[in-house]
């Protein structure tokens, strides 16, 4: 089967830290470029973190600096550390397999089902 499984969301007090899994499989994960994505309540789907398979690494200014995104390719995993969450960082957190094409991030229709992050103040 070809998916992508988000894991590793939950509520935690502004200030806390996250650390999101996606595990993918039925694909070639080595050789693709991947993202994480992120949908608040009443928001649009926006760009969060995304990286090459060179471990290129692009952030949304929002995140910058508090965010961290990372892969495994021995475990077929992208993770995303999130520090000093903020309230407005509430949102499922999607993992998205993409297209990097000088230094561009187009998602494809792969998805996975999401994991809810809340942030409390």
């Known amino acids: 089967q070809v998916q992508l499984v988000e894991s590793g969301g939950g509520l935690v007090q502004a200030g806390g830290s996250l650390r999101l899994s996606c595990a993918a499989s039925?694909?070639?994960?080595?050789?693709?470029?991947m993202g994480w994505y992120r949908q608040g309540p009443g928001k649009e789907r926006e760009l969060v973190a995304t990286i090459g398979i060179g471990g290129n690494t692009v952030y949304a200014d929002s995140v910058k600096g508090r965010f961290t995104i990372s892969r495994d390719n021995a475990k077929k995993t992208v993770y995303l550390q999130m520090d000093s969450l903020k309230p407005e960082d509430t949102a499922v957190y999607y993992c998205n397999r993409g297209i990097l094409s000088r230094g561009t991030y187009a998602p494809t229709q792969l998805w996975g089902q999401g994991t809810q992050v809340s942030v409390s103040s």
């Open positions: 039925g694909f070639d994960f080595g050789v693709v470029a």
